[in-house]
């Protein structure tokens, strides 16, 4: 079976429940983007690979066609549709993405309160150091004073790297929703896929 076959083959399975209509209309224009493809040269691998996995994709566009009939009807069964559909969408967010973004975020902040917290204490052992020199400590003051500078500025460098690190995590967090939103956005004749 090649990469085309394959492709519709799963798309059609992750549309069951819709009208046999929409799932026809749906692959005959999945089709048309091979075909496409097909004609300007690119193999049935690169389509594929353009469109995205066929599961994820099938998922957009259940969420998709409750919207629309939501938007249509504004009945009971229509409501429910949209609720199934943007709970199979959101299942991957809710059992895979927020799990592993909580243990992120909270690991994150863990290095954040321990970098501010290293930074500010050496900045405190610094007047300590060049007046009275560090208790317990063996060197002389300039060293118990390069000491809780070198201090400070490690956690000052750990505090910068995790806010560093938080910047590309909300840069992420905002693509990713960016494709949610594509999908909420559909109705209001935005593309669905770049």
Same mark, same amino acid.
């Given at each position: 079976?090649?990469?085309?076959?394959?492709?519709?083959?799963?798309?059609?399975?992750?549309?069951?429940?819709?009208?046999?209509?929409?799932?026809?209309?749906?692959?005959?224009?999945?089709?048309?983007?091979?075909?496409?493809?097909?004609?300007?040269?690119?193999?049935?691998?690169?389509?594929?690979?353009?469109?995205?996995? $066929?599961?994820?994709?099938?998922?957009? %566009?259940?969420?998709? *066609? !409750?919207? /629309?009939?939501?938007?249509?009807?504004? &009945? #009971?069964?229509?409501?429910?549709?949209?609720?199934?559909?943007?709970?199979?969408?959101?299942?991957?967010?809710?059992?895979?993405?927020?799990?592993?973004?909580?243990?992120?975020?909270?690991?994150?902040?863990?290095?954040?309160?321990?970098?501010?917290?290293?930074?500010?204490?050496?900045?405190?052992?610094? $007047?300590?150091?060049?007046?009275?020199? %560090?208790?317990?400590? *063996? !060197?002389? /003051?300039?060293?118990?004073?390069?000491? &809780? #500078?070198?201090?400070?500025?490690?956690?000052?460098?750990?505090?910068?790297?995790?806010?560093?690190?938080?910047?590309?995590?909300?840069?992420?967090?905002?693509?990713?929703?960016?494709?949610?939103?594509?999908?909420?956005?559909?109705?209001?004749?935005?593309?669905?896929?770049?």
């Amino acid at each position: 079976m090649n990469e085309r076959d394959s492709f519709l083959r799963r798309l059609r399975s992750g549309l069951w429940g819709l009208p046999r209509s929409a799932i026809d209309d749906i692959i005959a224009d999945y089709e048309g983007h091979f075909d496409a493809g097909r004609a300007a040269g690119r193999s049935d691998a690169d389509v594929a690979a353009s469109l995205g996995d $066929p599961a994820r994709l099938a998922r957009e %566009l259940r969420a998709e *066609a !409750g919207l /629309r009939r939501w938007e249509d009807e504004r &009945s #009971l069964t229509a409501a429910l549709g949209v609720i199934v559909g943007i709970i199979g969408l959101a299942a991957l967010d809710l059992f895979v993405v927020l799990p592993v973004l909580l243990s992120v975020v909270s690991t994150l902040f863990a290095f954040l309160l321990l970098g501010l917290a290293t930074a500010l204490g050496g900045g405190l052992m610094l $007047p300590f150091a060049f007046i009275t020199n %560090l208790p317990g400590f *063996a !060197g002389d /003051r300039l060293q118990a004073g390069l000491l &809780s #500078l070198g201090v400070m500025s490690g956690g000052a460098a750990l505090t910068a790297l995790c806010i560093l690190f938080t910047i590309g995590l909300v840069n992420l967090l905002v693509r990713y929703g960016r494709a949610h939103y594509r999908l909420i956005a559909r109705g209001s004749n935005a593309p669905l896929r770049d």
